[in-house]
């Protein structure tokens, strides 16, 4: 008697083959559920198979092994969370122990950046002067279901210090369906048309994954002086200071900037403006008081130089002046004693008026050291 038959192994297949998830935004975790039914005669041990692919190593299967009784089922969850952007189909298979045929597990979609957008379509800064801060406000919305972890640039502007571009705040957090508020501080150094782009870097996604353009024009705008060239004190008292008024005009339509440069020789004479730094409103004028005081008796020709920021070469002043002592008048200028008794005492008196803004100091002497006449102080400021 022969029997004969053929050997059946275990049987096993899930409740779906294939899973298509659609678009799924790239770093956002997603969970599935699917079960893994015996309906065959004798009881199923399976194992996963693990696989290299670009988005397999995303997908995690709990459990990824087990055994399931006859008639009995497995359910296993699936945690995705992808991490490179682009479509997918990730094929898996289970291998069932005593079975030549294993089982597959399939899931296809797409990997998509979250979306996100500004509320302007560009940023026009118009025509700026040179150095003077300008700002903007723009929004940025996260419309898309997962958080976004943001950076903002400026194409081509440099590192700090030097930058001309300060985004305020550069990067943060973007709660889904959430907006934030950035201010785009702009102080142009360089005179020259701005056309730049304002980017948006994803972590872990990607560079530039949106940008709007920038717009500027910076100009430096046009100060004449008055008086030009020369500030002229006139006679001025030694150690006194004397003032002088140094106008400014700005005929643009832009606020200028403008610097005095510190003076290098001081030994003959010291110049300090009540302002060494300061504005000019567009289409206005500024008043820079220049006070002068001398160290030495002389002439004098202090030269002073006032910059308007963005101008290469300061504007040139020299400060003119005549330093001397104090002016004292003797009154009179002579004394005629006309004819004495001898040995009868005569007395004269001679005023001394001081015109000058500084203390006189005076030292009354005789020409012959033996002399039949004598001097008397009356004023205090005589020594």
């Keep these: 008697m022969v029997l ?49 692919g670009k988005f397999a190593p995303r997908f995690k299967f709990t459990p990824d092994h087990g055994t399931i009784a006859v008639g009995g089922q497995c359910e296993i969850v699936v945690d995705f969370k992808p991490k490179e952007l682009g479509p997918f189909h990730e094929v898996f298979e289970w291998a069932l122990q005593g079975s030549a045929t294993a089982v597959t597990l399939a899931f296809r979609g797409t990997s998509v950046r979250p979306k996100f957008e500004f509320d ?9 002067s040179f150095g003077f801060l300008n700002s903007r406000m723009l929004t940025l919305t996260n419309t898309s279901e997962v958080p976004c972890y943001y950076t903002l640039t400026v194409k081509g502007d440099e590192a700090p210090p030097n930058n001309e571009f300060e985004i305020i705040p550069s990067r943060g957090t973007l709660l889904p369906n959430c907006a934030q508020r950035i201010q785009v501080d702009f102080i142009s150094n360089t005179e020259k048309k701005y056309d730049t782009r304002l980017s948006v870097d994803l972590e872990g996604v990607g560079k530039e994954l949106l940008s709007i353009p920038m717009f500027a024009q910076c100009a ?30 700005n005929t643009s339509v832009l606020p200028a900037k403008f610097m005095v440069e510190t003076q290098e020789d001081k030994s003959k004479g010291e110049f300090e403006p009540d302002q060494w730094v300061g504005t000019v409103p567009p289409c ?35 400060l003119v002046g005549s330093s001397m002592g104090p002016r004292v008048v003797v009154d009179p200028p002579s004394l005629d004693f006309g004819n004495v008794k001898c040995l009868e005492p005569v007395t004269k008196h001679v005023r001394l008026t001081n015109f000058s803004c500084i203390d006189a100091s005076v030292r009354g002497f005789m020409n012959e050291r033996k002399s039949s006449t004598s001097l008397r102080r009356k004023h205090s400021n005589w020594p």
């Design 120 to 128: 302007v379509d560009k940023i026009n800064f118009g025509t700026v």
């Design 284 to 318: 206005a004028s500024h008043v820079i008081t220049v006070t002068l005081t001398a160290h030495t008796a002389g002439p004098l020709r202090i030269p002073m130089y006032v910059k308007i920021v963005g101008r290469e070469v300061p504007f040139p002043l020299v």
């Design 220 to 249: 430096v705008p046009t100060v004449s002086f008055e008086p030009h060239g020369c500030l002229n004190y006139g006679d001025v008292f030694i150690r006194y200071p004397f003032h002088q008024s140094l106008y400014l005009h």
């Design 4 to 52: 004969k038959g053929l050997g059946i192994g275990p049987k096993a297949t899930f409740s779906y083959d294939e899973l298509d998830v659609g678009n799924v935004f790239v770093e956002s975790a997603h969970r599935y559920e699917v079960q893994l039914l015996n309906p065959g005669d004798i009881e199923v041990d399976f194992r996963l198979v693990h696989r290299e």
